[in-house]
């Protein structure tokens, strides 16, 4: 009963000091993340998008306001003309388009002809991203359907 007694206690050691390397490990990544965030925030530029173009983007979401998928595709196009390119998050945060991916989709297969690449772009609270740039390279020929 004794030698029982003692394997059990030894066997909940283990456990414990197995369960504290566990937690250990995890902090230290949670650690090494904070860390890379804290250089990432520091080094990125405080704003991602100039001022006259935000205010030009935000001024068609004034002009165009609604959430239905033709409208977003009008501000979207409307984008495009006015800023030439746009990015995801500048659609997302500026325009109003909850996922512009399938938007410029929609575009597409309307004929618009969209060139894409990737770009680096930081938040307002300093996080950067790898998101997509979009520019609209031609509108579909007249007549043309797809």
């Known amino acids: ?27 230290a990544v949670v650690e090494g993340q904070r860390r890379f965030e804290r250089r990432t925030k520091a080094s990125a530029p405080l704003l991602p998008t100039s001022p006259s173009k ?11 306001a609604g959430v239905s998928v033709e409208t977003q595709l009008q501000r979207l196009l409307r984008a495009f003309a006015a800023a030439g390119e746009v990015t995801c998050l500048e659609a997302q945060r500026l ?12 575009l597409r ?6 060139g894409t690449r990737w770009v680096v772009q930081t938040t307002e609270r300093g996080y950067t991203h790898r998101t997509m ?6 509108a579909p020929k007249a007549g043309e359907v797809r």
């Not at 003692?6 to 490990?25: P, W």
């Not at 297969?109 to 969209?114: D, L, P, V």
């Not at 740039?133 to 031609?138: E, I, P, R, S, V």
């Open 1 to 27: 009963m004794q030698n029982e007694v003692y394997r059990s206690s030894n066997l909940e050691d283990k456990r414990t000091a197995e369960a504290s390397q566990v937690i250990d490990s995890r902090a």
């Open 54 to 64: 935000a205010a030009a983007l935000m001024g068609l979401l004034e002009q165009d």
């Open 95 to 106: 325009l109003d388009i909850r996922h512009p991916p399938a938007r410029v989709l929609n």
């Open 109 to 114: 297969h309307a004929g618009y002809e969209i």
């Open 133 to 138: 740039a979009y520019t609209l390279l031609a």
